[in-house]
C-alpha cells in the first residue's frame, strides 16, 4: 500500500509539473506569434525587408492580408487584419491570465455552448456588414475577434494539458511497472460484505 501511495504523490506533483510547463509553452507561443504580427511592419520600417516579407508571407496562409482592414504601424500594415490580431490578442492575454481564473490541472472544457455564443457578436458583425446594415470597422472587428480568441483558450488550454499528463502516466507506469490506479479490495472480501437485500434495515 505504501508503494501506491508513493506513486500516486509522485503522480500529483508530476501531473502539476506538466500543467506548468504545458501552459508555459503555450503562453511563450502565443505571445510570440503575436510579436511577429506587430514585427512585420516594424522590420519593413528598418529595411529589414527579407525578414518583414517572411513574416508576411507566412501570415498569408490564414489571412487574407487586406490592408485597408489591417492596423498600422511606421506606414506599414500589420501582418493580419484587425480582426486575426484580435483573435490572437485575446489568444494571448487570456492565456496570461488563465492560471488566475481557473486550475491549471483542469482538464475539461466547459460547455460548447459558450464557445458558440462568443463567437455570435463576430458572425454578427460580419453578417450584417454583408448585407450592407452595418458598416464594421477595425475596432468592431478586432474586439469581436479578441473576445472568440480569450474564450477560446477555455478549450484549448485543458486539451492541451490533458495529452501532457497522459504522456506523464504513460511515461511513469512504463518506468516503474505499477499501474497508476489499482484496486486494493479482494474478492472475497466482497463476498464476505453483508448484502442490503440480505440486511433491510441497512438500506439507503
Same mark, same amino acid.
Given at each position: 500500500?505504501?508503494?501506491?501511495?508513493?506513486?500516486?504523490?509522485?503522480?500529483?506533483?508530476? =501531473?502539476?509539473?506538466?500543467?506548468?510547463?504545458? /501552459?508555459?509553452?503555450?503562453?511563450? %507561443?502565443?505571445?510570440?506569434? !503575436? %510579436?511577429?504580427?506587430?514585427?512585420?511592419?516594424?522590420?519593413?520600417?528598418? =529595411?529589414?525587408?527579407?525578414?518583414?516579407?517572411?513574416? #508576411?508571407?507566412? !501570415?498569408?496562409?490564414?489571412?487574407?492580408?487586406?490592408?485597408?482592414?489591417?492596423? #498600422?504601424?511606421?506606414?506599414?500594415?500589420?501582418?493580419?487584419?484587425?480582426?486575426?490580431?484580435?483573435?490572437?490578442?485575446?489568444?494571448?492575454?487570456?492565456?496570461?491570465? #488563465?492560471?488566475?481564473?481557473?486550475?491549471?490541472?483542469?482538464? #475539461?472544457?466547459?460547455?460548447?455552448? /459558450? +464557445?458558440?455564443?462568443? @463567437?455570435?457578436?463576430? @458572425?454578427?458583425?460580419? %453578417?450584417?456588414?454583408? +448585407?450592407?446594415? /452595418?458598416? =464594421?470597422?477595425?475596432?468592431?472587428?478586432?474586439?469581436?475577434?479578441?473576445?472568440? %480568441?480569450?474564450?477560446?483558450? !477555455?478549450?484549448?488550454?485543458?486539451?492541451?494539458?490533458?495529452?501532457?499528463?497522459?504522456? /506523464?502516466?504513460?511515461?511513469?507506469?512504463?518506468?516503474?511497472?505499477?499501474?497508476?490506479?489499482?484496486?486494493?479490495?479482494?474478492?472475497?472480501?466482497?463476498? @464476505?460484505?453483508?448484502?442490503?437485500?440480505?440486511?433491510?434495515?441497512?438500506?439507503?
Amino acid at each position: 500500500m505504501e508503494i501506491y501511495t508513493r506513486q500516486i504523490g509522485k503522480t500529483a506533483i508530476r =501531473n502539476q509539473q506538466s500543467a506548468i510547463l504545458s /501552459w508555459l509553452i503555450l503562453a511563450a %507561443g502565443a505571445l510570440l506569434v !503575436f %510579436g511577429l504580427i506587430v514585427a512585420a511592419p516594424v522590420a519593413f520600417a528598418n =529595411n529589414h525587408e527579407f525578414i518583414a516579407l517572411t513574416i #508576411y508571407a507566412s !501570415f498569408s496562409k490564414v489571412c487574407h492580408q487586406l490592408s485597408e482592414r489591417s492596423f #498600422y504601424i511606421a506606414g506599414h500594415p500589420f501582418a493580419v487584419c484587425s480582426r486575426c490580431t484580435g483573435l490572437y490578442a485575446g489568444f494571448a492575454v487570456a492565456l496570461l491570465f #488563465y492560471p488566475l481564473m481557473t486550475s491549471l490541472k483542469r482538464t #475539461y472544457a466547459p460547455l460548447r455552448k /459558450w +464557445l458558440f455564443l462568443a @463567437a455570435v457578436p463576430m @458572425a454578427i458583425d460580419v %453578417g450584417l456588414h454583408a +448585407l450592407g446594415i /452595418w458598416q =464594421n470597422t477595425h475596432s468592431s472587428r478586432f474586439f469581436t475577434g479578441a473576445l472568440l %480568441g480569450a474564450v477560446s483558450v !477555455f478549450y484549448v488550454m485543458p486539451g492541451v494539458v490533458d495529452l501532457a499528463s497522459r504522456r /506523464w502516466r504513460s511515461t511513469s507506469t512504463t518506468q516503474s511497472g505499477i499501474p497508476l490506479t489499482t484496486t486494493c479490495v479482494s474478492t472475497a472480501n466482497i463476498a @464476505a460484505a453483508p448484502s442490503d437485500y440480505s440486511a433491510p434495515h441497512r438500506r439507503i
